[in-house]
């Protein structure tokens, strides 16, 4: 048996199926006053009658990262931004405390300035201050070398645990990008790892101890626990379950436009020959 779920803005929707065929399906509404209730009432339901035992695997998606960004509901995030010379800083400003500091790794990955950390400490106290809890720091060329990344956070997690590092966010050389991808890794932290946390302990009290995997936005899986380290994955994952959802009822060799019209978002899809069209430079979202 299979257990589906989809943790959307107004509801939450399960399934549960046993070689390929729906047995029970249940919709609640979210209550995000407390999701725990929310989560384990729709569970409790679902697997009312059912051998929990023979439940093999749990599969999530969710749109509560996605429904946090665009509510502006995120945490309050504080950069920490190295950029060498090329780009201004108001160029890669993201959030509302960014700390730009001096030092630069170079296109071959050589270190030719050194992190300054009287720098670093100024930045730890401003985010003191202003009670963040959720850092993001990001080097030029870090895909090429870590070592100031790895270097700035030894010193933030002194203070702040809760730390994404730019070159673990891709591998590619679009700086921007890795800025505002560390950025929105950061400002969805919190509120991923709640619903998280939260799936886990309904999944405790049902006594299911399947693995559970949630779905990406290029429709693929990962672990929940890889999950909550990088939920910036997670930010499309409810729309791409409603793009596959729409995707296999559609029969269809023709160009489409698919809609998925939600109590939060509009999510809009495009089929070319009847194939799906994936966005290679990245999303844009809000």
Known sequence: MIVGLDMGGTH???????????????????NYDDLFLSI???????????DKSAIKKINLSTTISTNAIVENKTA???????TGPGLSNGHLAVGNQNVFINGYTDHRGQIV????????????????????DDVAIVTKFSTRNPTSELEIAELVSK????ITLGHTTSGKLNFPRRVNTSYLNAAVYDT?????????????????QAPIAILKADGGIMSIDSAKDMP?????????ASLMGIYALLDTTQDAVLLDIGGTTTDIFFLADGIPL???MGIKID
């Open 192 to 208: 991923f790892s709640s619903f998280s946390d939260n799936i886990k302990l309904a999944l405790e009290k049902e006594g299911i």
């Open 76 to 82: 309050n995030v504080g950069m920490i931004i190295q």
């Open 113 to 132: 300035g050194n992190i300054d950390t009287n720098e670093i400490n100024d930045a730890i106290a401003l985010f003191k201050d202003e009670r963040i």
């Open 40 to 50: 384990w009432a729709t569970l409790k339901e679902l697997l009312e009658g059912i």
């Open 159 to 162: 203070h702040i645990h809760k």
């Open 278 to 280: 994936f966005e290679p």
């Open 12 to 30: 939450i929707d399960a399934v549960i199926m046993q070689g390929g065929k729906i047995i029970n399906v249940v919709k609640k509404t979210t």
């Open 232 to 240: 910036v994955e997670t930010i499309l994952s409810g729309p791409a």
